[in-house]
């Protein structure tokens, strides 16, 4: 019996010692296996951070061009790839006195149905490509420059945004500038007007027989107040026509008998400079939509110049063309002048610019001519350049799209 | 019978010149210094031909013009607008209400003023 129980008990302690050594292994994996969980957890976490960073990034940024476009002075249309609306900031609804809500989603002719929608839709629809500045009044009060450009965005279908920038300022201080111009007219002419009477009436002997001297003095007098006159007349041109950034109404003209006219009316001048004015026109030339007095103005201030800074004898070759292809108006001129400088041809259209050899040729002129006359034919969307060589001569030409 | 013009100009030196212009020529000149008395004038004295300033104390050149035209007794008197307005618009304007010519003060001489006179009476 003991015996059997020492084998009994030795048996135990073996068995307890296995279980002992056992349970320490056990432990061990279960302590690896802990570390291991937490190694991971806090990868994940990691990771989910990471995630979590890149997400309010990407929040603000949205925020930040939402806010942008939210509070940006200029209304902001976007269209989608099929022409519906997808995004009015405040500001266009605003201009166009509509709620978001109410337009998102409409294609652009649902949207010719809401009330101020109609003239915008109809210039949307009518132009096809970009547009860049058109003028359109909305409503009374309320002139938009309106411009449409495609965002193209990498793997993503094109969209497009309509910007309406507000230029009824602009346009009124235009309006107030050509009432004052108006006024100022008015009021230097008329006392000239006076005196230009009285002379004249005396010259006629309206008031009595003069003497040949009395008569002398008094025409020149005469001639003085003419001098005076022009002058004005010339100064108010000037203003009126403004930096020629704004055309003040478009009609279709036709553009050969506005260079006729033109023409007809400089004819003495450049007789009086012996120069001779040679105007001709190759193929048809269609009537074109422009500001009839502003591309007046052009021409006239291009002859001029052309006659002013020529030399006696010399020619004036006017051309006028049609390119069909381009669906433009060509205007080119050639005189055989006195011809601009190579250092002074980068700023022969700067405002007050005058070239060395014209200001040597005639002292007086107000470097606003040419300025002016790029402003017209750039708000017309022409372009305008020249040649030119030191003494041979100038030739500038224009082009006036038909549109 | 002289012809009768009537002269609507609120400026007295430059009215006085031209009425002695016409006198000179023998027409009958009626004068008026405001937009109000120039219409009443055309209505009671039926003129052969009507100069119009158009910046005149009270109402204008431009609704005198308006007014003659409108009024059957006067619409066929034809109107010189004489001005020193000179702006496109302007001349447009007084054009398209019915004015037979526009001349600009300062451009002209009352000789030549008579001689557009003489070519519509």
Redesign the interface.
């Given at each position: 019996m003991t015996k059997e129980l020492k084998e009994l008990k030795a048996e135990l302690v073996a068995k307890t010692k296995k279980l002992k050594e056992l349970s320490k292994t056990l432990d061990e994996q279960v302590k690896k296996r802990t570390k291991e969980l937490e190694d991971s957890r806090r990868a994940l976490m990691n990771i989910l951070e990471d995630v979590q960073e890149a997400q309010k990034k990407t929040e603000e940024e949205k925020n930040k061009t939402l806010a942008v476009i939210s509070n940006f002075t200029d209304g902001l249309l976007v269209f989608d790839k099929e022409n519906k609306l997808s995004l009015i900031n405040p500001q266009a609804e605003i201009f166009l006195e509509i709620k978001a809500k109410k337009v998102i989603g409409k294609s652009l002719s649902e949207l010719g149905n809401f009330s101020n929608f109609p003239s915008l839709v109809r210039l949307l629809i009518k132009e096809d490509k970009e547009i860049f500045r058109k003028e359109l009044t909305l409503k009374k009060n309320l002139i938009l420059e309106i411009s449409r450009v495609t965002i193209e965005r990498p793997k993503k279908e094109n969209e497009t945004l309509v910007i309406l920038h507000n230029i009824t300022r602009e346009k009124t201080v235009e309006k107030m500038k050509s009432d004052f111009v108006s006024l100022a007219a008015h009021q230097l002419r008329t006392p000239l007007s006076g005196i230009k009477w009285g002379l004249n009436m005396i010259l006629e002997g309206d008031f009595g027989k003069i003497t040949e001297e009395q008569k002398d003095i008094l025409e020149k007098t005469y001639f003085t107040n003419e001098r005076m006159i022009t002058l004005i007349g010339e100064l108010l041109d000037i203003t009126r026509i403004e930096e020629g950034r704004f055309l003040y109404k478009s009609t279709k003209e036709n553009i050969v008998e506005i260079t006729e006219k033109v023409i007809d009316l400089l004819e003495r001048i450049a007789q009086k400079q012996k120069i001779k004015i040679e105007f001709s026109i190759e193929e048809d030339i269609p009537e074109v939509k422009i500001d009839r007095e502003k591309i007046s103005f052009c021409i006239q201030n291009l002859i001029e110049n052309a006659i002013i800074y020529n030399n006696p004898g010399g020619k004036v070759t006017i051309l006028l063309k049609y390119d069909k292809t381009k669906n433009q108006i060509l205007f080119s001129i050639k005189d055989t002048g006195i011809g601009i400088l190579k250092d002074d041809q980068d700023r022969i259209f700067s405002k007050f610019f005058r070239g060395v050899l014209a200001m040597k040729k005639e002292t007086v002129g107000s470097g606003l001519g040419l300025f002016v006359t790029k402003n017209v034919i750039e708000a017309h969307e022409g372009k305008i350049w020249f040649e030119s060589e030191e003494g041979k001569g100038s030739t500038f030409y224009f082009t006036l799209p038909i549109t | 019978m002289p012809k009768k013009i009537l002269i609507i100009e609120d400026?007295r030196?430059?009215k006085e010149?031209?009425v002695?212009?016409l006198k000179?020529e023998k027409f009958e000149v009626l004068e008026a210094v405001d937009g109000q008395e120039g219409f009443k004038k055309a209505k009671e004295e039926k003129p052969n031909l009507i100069l119009l300033d158009l910046?005149l104390p009270g109402t204008d050149g431009y609704t005198v013009l308006s007014q003659i035209k409108a009024d059957p007794e006067t619409s066929s008197i034809p109107v010189i607008i004489i001005?020193?307005?000179?702006?496109?618009?302007?001349i447009q304007k007084g054009l398209k209400l019915g004015a037979v010519d526009y001349l600009?003060?300062?451009?002209f001489?009352?000789?030549k003023i008579i001689e557009k006179v003489k070519r519509f009476v």
């Open positions: - | 400026d030196y430059l010149l031209i002695k212009k000179k910046i001005s020193n307005l000179g702006q496109i618009q302007e600009i003060k300062a451009h001489t009352p000789e």
